[in-house]
T-cell receptor, first 116, second 113 residues
């Protein structure tokens, strides 16, 4: 099946610094990827839709200047949390539409961000 | 707007017992429905999906789900749970227009010996 990989799986950073999380589709091309945020014991909240070669589409309430998304190639999307604060600490998960389309999404392993 | 409701936040089942996790959806047309499982600190793994056709769908790890349009439900079942099934389970529906997935709030499954 289609494989999506995220890196890093865990990252700890100081408040005020920026952190980049990568999402790669390993065995297929993904023109569209999605970034989710998951709070403890909560469901997944869609943050933005990442489109290869164009600007990301952000959900209402998500700060696009804080969460920078770049989909530079058909296999890579990156999420950069800029000027991170402790409240940005969360589990971030990416997903990509599978090669067969039809609404099926494949998820990365997730990235745990802790901001001190 | 589409929505998914998982009424049970936490379910505890004895190993070997049967399991049913509830999911109700709200969507204007015929939905595409999914069940995902998430182990602690991990991403999501697709258990099964319903697109059309047979309303009883089989998935991985011995799970199945039944789509009932009259009840707007897509409940997940397993006849005999294993300790390794302990995890968080999410039901989801996809919006055809933008392929965005809407998740339920999840059901945490605990297995007791």
């Amino acid at each position: 099946g289609a494989v999506v990989s995220q890196h890093p799986s865990r990252v700890i950073c100081k408040s005020g610094t920026s952190v980049k999380i990568e999402c790669r589709s390993l065995d297929f091309q993904a023109t569209t990827m999605f970034w989710y945020r998951q709070f403890p014991k909560k469901s997944l909240m869609l943050m933005a839709t990442s489109n290869e070669g164009s600007k990301a589409t952000y959900e209402q309430g998500v700060e696009k200047d804080k969460f920078l998304i770049n989909h530079a190639s058909l296999t890579l999307s990156t999420l950069t949390v800029t000027s991170a604060h402790p409240e940005d600490s969360s589990f971030y998960i990416c997903s990509a539409r599978g090669p067969s389309g039809a609404g099926e999404l494949f998820f990365g392993e997730g990235s745990r961000l802790t901001v001190l | 707007a589409q929505s998914v409701t998982q009424p049970d936040i936490h379910i505890t089942v004895s190993e070997g017992a049967s399991l049913e996790l509830r999911c109700n959806y709200s969507y204007g047309a015929t939905p595409y429905l999914f069940w995902y499982v998430q182990s602690p600190g991990q991403g999501l793994q697709l258990l099964l999906k319903y697109f059309s056709g047979d309303t009883l769908v089989q998935g991985i790890k011995g799970f199945e789900a039944e789509f009932k349009r009259s009840q707007s439900s897509f409940n997940l079942r397993k006849p005999s749970v294993h300790w390794s099934d302990a995890a968080e389970y999410f039901c989801a529906v996809v919006n055809f227009g933008n392929e965005k997935l809407t998740f339920g709030t999840g059901t945490r499954l605990t297995i007791i010996p």
